[in-house]
């Protein structure tokens, strides 16, 4: 069984900054995705960045130039960096990874989420 769990979330103002973390921990043997998704209140969840593997990162065309994602393969964690942020990036962000675990089985987990709230 894998665990992501997350931190970062919380109120800001628009224009501000915010760093969300997620750390895997459990019975991993690789990780071969991360990624940060979120989910608005009435809307379906949707990505807004992904790493998998060593490539380039994904965007939402809504945050690019404005969120970087990056990944510590030793912490197993995945960070994302919110500058310049907008009322409408208020949403729950969910951490995501797709995991190989031992023994060999290839999952699709995800954090509990955490609240991100972008308001004067």
């Known amino acids: 069984q894998v665990q992501l769990v997350e931190s970062g979330g919380g109120l800001v103002q628009p224009g501000g900054s915010l760093r969300l973390s997620c750390t895997a921990s459990g019975s991993i043997r690789s990780i071969d995705a991360m990624g940060w998704y979120r989910q608005a209140p009435g809307k379906q969840r949707e990505l807004v960045a992904r790493?998998?593997?060593?490539?380039?990162?994904n965007y939402a065309d809504s945050v690019k130039g404005r969120f970087a994602i990056s990944r510590d393969g030793a912490r197993n964690a995945v960070y994302l960096q919110m500058n310049a942020l907008k009322p409408e990036d208020t949403a729950v962000y969910y951490c995501?990874?797709?995991?190989?675990?031992?023994?060999?089985?290839?999952?699709?987990?995800w954090g509990q989420g955490t609240q991100v709230t972008v308001s004067s």
């Open positions: 995501n990874a797709l995991v190989t675990t031992t023994p060999s089985r290839l999952g699709d987990y």
């Open positions: 790493i998998i593997g060593s490539g380039s990162p």
